[in-house]
């Protein structure tokens, strides 16, 4: 078993668990190792839509949990020509 969390104060205080796989996503894309990355949008504190996004503030924003019925990721990123990180994938990766 392994712990860890962000080095990144802020998102370490927004992120759930510690914002590990907030910061991952955030510099998978910075070191151009993935073209994207899924992440949930919040609309509000119980609601969100799943996005594919390159931006990495929009990732940063994403963080912390949210419990909410899992969505199809797969049917999201189907027909693209992109490498995308998923975070259930890095969070299985890093524990």
């Known amino acids: ?9 802020d998102v370490r205080k927004h ?6 796989v907030t910061s991952m996503l955030a ?3 910075e070191k151009k190792l993935v073209d994207a ?11 969100a839509v799943p996005i594919i996004t390159s931006d990495v ?3 940063l924003n994403s ?8 969505s199809n990721f797969a049917k999201l ?4 020509n992109l490498k ?4 259930q994938r890095a969070a299985m990766r890093a524990g």
Do not use: C, Q
């Open 1 to 9: 078993m392994y712990v860890g969390w962000s080095t990144k104060e």
């Open 15 to 20: 992120g759930g668990s510690g914002g590990l």
């Open 27 to 29: 510099a998978a894309l």
């Open 37 to 47: 990355v899924v992440v949930l949008k919040k609309i509000n504190e119980f609601e």
């Open 57 to 59: 503030n929009e990732v």
């Open 63 to 70: 963080a912390g949990s949210l419990h909410s019925v899992p």
């Open 77 to 80: 990123i189907a027909d693209r």
């Open 84 to 87: 995308v990180a998923l975070p």
